[in-house]
């Protein structure tokens, strides 16, 4: 079981930046970022496998751009020109034993972190 732990989220004005990270226990092949906005269900937003090849959801291409440290067991998701619809509480999720079909489905994961809000506002 890995451990994680999220901090960044905020409230911006559209068209502005946050830096989300995700600080884990340990090491492992998947890490993702999911989002939840209220009355909606979670869906996956970025994710980065072990070799570092990174997958995006169609709504954040060209806007958001995920990292990791590995040396530091880091996680991060850059939001750019963030928009109201981007206003959500994010996860950070972990996991292995999948391929990249299921890099951005919720129920694939087993590890998650406790959420980080984010609020922008028009």
């Known amino acids: 079981q890995v451990r994680l732990a999220e901090s960044g989220g905020g409230a911006v004005q559209a068209g502005g930046s946050l830096r989300l990270s995700c600080v884990a226990s340990?090491?492992?092949?998947?890490m993702s970022w999911f989002r939840q906005a209220p009355a909606k269900e979670r869906e996956g937003v970025a994710a980065?496998?072990?070799?570092?090849?990174?997958y995006y959801a169609d709504s954040v291409k060209g806007r958001f751009t995920i990292s990791k440290d590995n040396a530091k067991n880091t996680l991060y998701l850059q939001m750019n020109s963030l928009k109201p619809e981007d206003t959500a509480t994010y996860y950070c999720?972990?996991?292995?034993?999948?391929?990249?079909?299921?890099?951005?489905?919720?129920?694939?994961?087993?590890?998650w972190g406790q959420g980080t809000l984010v609020t922008v506002s028009s």
């Open positions: 980065i496998d072990g070799g570092g090849k990174t």
């Open positions: 999720a972990a996991d292995y034993g999948f391929g990249s079909a299921g890099a951005l489905r919720a129920h694939v994961y087993h590890n």
């Open positions: 340990g090491a492992t092949y998947w």
